[in-house]
């Protein structure tokens, strides 16, 4: 099992008090496409071409469950699930 099915499986369990760094790296090992923020923006934002979903995540500190929930819909797009 990879560092990136690890961490997927602990933000299933428990989806608060995650870094963007957690999540780029999942979103990286699933083939999810990751726009990082530029020009004044704060937030990333993570798609992949056979999903609809786009999803945006703050960068900064703490990231609300939410935004973990809404990015697990996407790996589970995905991943077809």
């Known amino acids: 099992m990879s560092k990136a099915d690890k ?3 602990q933000m299933r369990r428990n989806p608060l ?3 963007i ?3 780029i790296r ?3 090992s699933k083939g999810i496409l990751v726009r990082k923020p530029g020009g004044g923006s704060s937030h ?3 798609g992949h071409p056979s999903s ?3 999803v945006t995540v703050p960068a900064k500190r703490p ?3 939410v935004y973990i929930k809404n990015f697990l819909g996407l ?3 995905v991943e077809g699930k």
Do not use: N, Y
Request: aromatic share 8%; net charge negative; hydrophobic share 55%.
């Open 63 to 65: 990231i609300k469950s």
């Open 17 to 19: 008090d995650w870094r």
């Open 52 to 54: 609809d979903l786009i």
């Open 7 to 9: 961490i997927l499986g």
């Open 75 to 77: 790996v589970d797009a």
């Open 21 to 23: 760094e957690d999540i």
């Open 44 to 46: 990333v934002t993570f």
């Open 26 to 28: 999942v979103a990286e």
